[in-house]
């Protein structure tokens, strides 16, 4: 919490945190990032005093420069396909100085779950009492919750640290419940199972972060602008591309294609 509140604040994600960030002391005013559709509902039912819906494209977001003093991404991250071009602006809108403060599903992305990644939370699943398991196996991928809606979550950390010096990094579990979420009747499971769950499973640093940093500056932050831009053109022609044809050329030799 900051010693006296922020006098702008940018919201990205969740926009049901706005009030609790002004019911806080955290900030004096929340620029929600928002869709136009959304913005335009969202007026029609009339935001609350101090909250502020601020529309931008998918493709092309552009934010005010230099206008707000914190920016706060709170399950805003892991999903944006574009996730480049939003950290890029949102660095653009922050004062020098500012701070991104980050809190987020940080696990596999959903095309990533495979038997090494998932290897836990089978595990995990397996020992839970047969009435609270929804499935007889783990779906995997996991096809419900947070990391399926996760496209980008592998990315984050590495995409912050690109533009952002990062102040610190805190995990917090999540490697159990996220990939379990949908597969399990919670309301069914003994509270000791529960917080073995919540516990996680001690392998890894944890499938959720808070993350504080700070904008670079300089030619810093002119060069994360252009790593920003051309990175994700060359990671697919020489990343992705070449995946996707290796993909098919197997799919192929299977008699799948």
Known sequence: MPSQPFDRVLLVGDEAW?????????????????SSASASASASAGAPAGVHHLPIHPHHPQLPTAAYQAACCIGGLSSHLRLERLLDAVLDALEPGGRLFV?????????????????????????????????????????????????????????IRTGFRVESVRPYGGDLVAPLAASVDWSRLPEADFQRLVE?????????ALTVARPRGGWQRRFAGVRYRIGPKVRRVFIYEPRRARDLAFQALRGKV
């Open 18 to 34: 706005a009030p609790e960030l002004l019911r806080a002391g955290f900030a004096r005013q929340v620029d929600i990032v928002t």
């Open 103 to 159: 809190d987020d599903y940080v696990g596999p992305a959903r095309h990533r779950w495979n038997r090494r990644t998932g290897a836990a939370a089978t595990a995990a699943y397996r020992r839970l009492p047969a009435a609270v398991r929804r499935f007889e196996r783990l779906p995997m991928p996991p096809v419900e919750g947070d990391c399926a809606r996760a496209t980008r979550s592998g990315d984050v950390a590495r995409l």
């Open 200 to 208: 996680g499973s001690g392998v890894g640093t944890g499938h959720y």
